[in-house]
């Protein structure tokens, strides 16, 4: 039952039809009997600024930003965690205190995916090749240095873009695209492109040289077992589909707009997939 003492908070994007954010917050509000709401808001980029101003004049504890949003608002934030700093994105916003603070959940989102799609992670830390150089694959790339894989290698088709990667994470190893498929000492392999996506082209990568041991994460949702994890399972590497990563990076805002910390549990997640059909 929502209050006049209800809690606000919400996805900003442009479009943002097409988000499952507030199936998946909706869901936790539920769950957890709080007087709040998530609401899904659709917001022009030439109107960003003004917005993020008026929010909390609204009675909003925060946001969470997808595109074309989570660069655009960097600087009108007062504040800006480690991670946020370092992927360059925000997709979280708290309001507190007259102040606003920006974090990048999706590093803690990939990490926590990993972490429960493979709990025996930590023999995999040798060598990550991440697939795509854009907002995604900075995070993942992130995430992978917290965790302490010893080289994290980067291939994508814009040559540009994954220059302008490694200016930014200069611990990255940048690979040519014709090299993607040279994967004899790769020990965890990592899709952060759109490639396999619904409506997108499949990933043209051969698995032949991968360790039948690599693990294989692909972080496309839609749908859940994309070309490249089925033929990573089908040769019996162990994979993690995306969906984790969404499921993961929504917790830190929850607990700071409504001051509860949710559980990431299968029926959270099997409420959020049938949201995709």
């Known amino acids: 039952m929502i209050t006049g003492a209800a809690k606000l908070a919400g996805v900003i994007g442009f479009p943002v039809t097409h988000s499952l954010s507030p199936r998946l917050h909706g869901f936790w509000l539920y769950q957890n009997g709080v007087d709040g709401a998530y609401l899904p808001m659709p917001v022009d980029p030439a109107n960003m600024k003004e917005v993020l101003v008026a929010l ?6 925060g946001v969470n930003l997808t595109l074309p949003h989570k660069e655009l608002v960097l600087p009108w934030l007062d504040h800006l965690d480690d991670a946020a700093r370092q992927v360059g994105a925000v997709n979280t916003v708290v309001f507190r205190d007259g102040k606003s603070f920006g974090y990048n959940t999706d590093v803690y989102g990939f990490v926590q995916n990993l972490k429960q799609g493979s709990p025996t992670l930590h023999s995999y830390k040798e060598h990550a090749l991440v697939i795509g150089a854009g907002g995604a694959a900075r995070a993942v790339c992130v995430g992978l240095r917290q965790e302490g894989f010893k080289k994290i290698s980067v291939t994508n088709r ?47 990568i051969l698995l032949g040289k991968l360790d039948t041991k690599a693990l294989v994460n692909d972080i496309v949702y839609n749908p859940l077992q994309t070309k490249l994890l089925a033929e990573a399972a089908a040769r019996g590497n162990p994979v993690v589909d995306g969906i984790g990563m969404l499921l993961w990076q929504a917790q830190p805002g929850f607990e700071m707009w409504y001051g509860i910390k ?11 997939v049938k949201g995709l059909l």
Do not use: Y
């Open 56 to 61: 909390p004049k609204m009675g909003f504890s």
């Open 158 to 204: 814009s040559k540009e873009r994954l220059d302008a990667l490694k200016k930014t994470l200069p611990f990255i190893h940048p690979l040519s695209w014709e090299a993607r498929n040279m994967l004899a000492s790769v020990t965890c392999l990592v899709n952060t492109t759109s490639l396999g996506m619904k409506g997108q082209p499949e990933l043209d």
């Open 262 to 272: 949710p559980e990431v549990t299968s029926q959270l997640r099997e409420h959020v």
